[in-house]
């Protein structure tokens, strides 16, 4: 299976989680994401040194898709955003919670 067919196979099967509001994630639950004509899936594991953070992105049905990783220590935030107008993410860590919402604001 090639990769574009995998991450339309993932996208599909999580887009029934809904769009990402401000909530608490679960170790391996997908959640849909919709950053305008960008979209595509993220979750997290637990790993020793943090939250380990895997999104993946793609412009449309034929877009290449973007795989990015980042580690989370409690009180740390990541924003996924495009230079278009649609709103930007923010993927944050309280504890031992992740919290997925929509960034009100972006900034550098």
Do not use: C, W
């Not at 299976?1 to 993932?10: C, E, H, P, Y």
């Not at 997908?30 to 979209?39: A, H, R, W, Y």
Request: aromatic fraction near 8%; charge should be neutral; glycine fraction near 10%.
């Amino acid at each position: 299976m090639s990769v574009r067919s995998s991450f339309l196979a993932a996208a599909v099967t999580f887009a029934s989680l809904g769009a990402a509001h401000a909530n608490g994630l679960q170790p391996i639950e997908g959640l849909s994401i919709n950053l305008g004509d960008v979209s595509g899936v993220a979750y997290y594991t637990v790993e020793p040194d943090g939250f380990r953070v895997v999104t993946t992105l793609a412009q449309g049905e034929a877009g290449t898709p973007i795989r990015f990783v980042t580690v989370l220590a409690p009180g740390q935030r990541v924003v996924v955003s495009t230079p278009y107008q649609a709103p930007a993410l923010e993927v944050s860590r309280k504890g031992d919670e992740l919290l997925v919402r929509r960034a009100s604001t972006f900034s550098n």
